[in-house]
Structures are given as structure tokens and as C-alpha cells.
């Protein structure tokens, strides 16, 4: 339980870095829906993960090995960053929903495949990646 706990402090961590890079894009640029906000999503993610590989290695699962299985850890979190961007596309590509703004929208559906992937991530990691 206790390093479940850690998984969820870092990922919250790394979901604010995620949800910054993204409404930053997002603002810089004024797009939010759809291919570009998959695309941002793809990018937002990217960096976070890299955070939360160091993260994970080092504070919850304590594995301090040399023995890198950063190879693993890209691969599941490619799966995980393909479930993503396929969510955020799909909600804010063909949801007309009529209570949120776009960039609100954008937000939510970020959130939306956030908790698709928490789980996938967790066990993940914990079988293939960190393993002791």
C-alpha cells in the first residue's frame, strides 16, 4: 500500500507537469481540439514521464540498480501515451458536449484518459519495470 501511495504522489506531481505543458501549448498556440490536442497531450505526457521514470527508480519502487530498464518503461509508457492521445482525440473530436468551453473540454478529457492509464501504468511497472 505504502508504495502505491508513492506512485500516486509522483504521478500527481508529473500530472501537473503534464496538465502545464499542455494548457501551455494549448495557449501559445490557441489550439485544443482534436489532432492538436492529441499532439500536445503526446508531448505533455513525454515530459512528465521522463520526471516520473526518476521518480518511480528511485523513491517508490527504491531500485537503484544500474541495471537500466528505462527500454521497458518507454515501451509500456508508449502504450500508455497511445491510450492517452487516443482518448483526448476522441472526446474532443467527436463529443459536442454544450457545458464546457473547448479548452476546458480538452482538460477534462485529459483527466478522462489520465485514470484510463494510472492502473495500466502501476501494474506495469511494477511487473515489467521495477521489479525486484
Known amino acids: 500500500m505504502k508504495r502505491f501511495v508513492r506512485f500516486g504522489l509522483v504521478g500527481s506531481f508529473n500530472f501537473l507537469v503534464d496538465m502545464i ?28 514521464n521522463v520526471s516520473s521514470y526518476q521518480m518511480n527508480k528511485r523513491w517508490t519502487f527504491k531500485n537503484n540498480s544500474e541495471n537500466s530498464r528505462y527500454k521497458i518503461f518507454l515501451i509500456v509508457s508508449m502504450v ?47 511487473k515489467y519495470v521495477f521489479r525486484n
Do not use: C, E, R
Open 21 to 48: 505543458i499542455l494548457n501551455s501549448l494549448s495557449f501559445v498556440t490557441g489550439f485544443n481540439k482534436g489532432f492538436f490536442a492529441a499532439l500536445f497531450s503526446v508531448i505533455s505526457f513525454t515530459v512528465a
Open 80 to 126: 500508455g501515451v497511445f491510450i492517452n492521445a487516443v482518448v483526448v482525440y476522441n472526446l474532443t473530436s467527436h463529443i459536442n458536449q454544450p457545458y464546457f468551453s473547448d479548452t476546458t473540454w480538452m482538460n477534462v478529457s485529459k483527466v478522462i484518459a489520465t485514470l484510463f492509464v494510472v492502473f495500466f501504468n502501476y501494474f506495469s511497472y511494477k
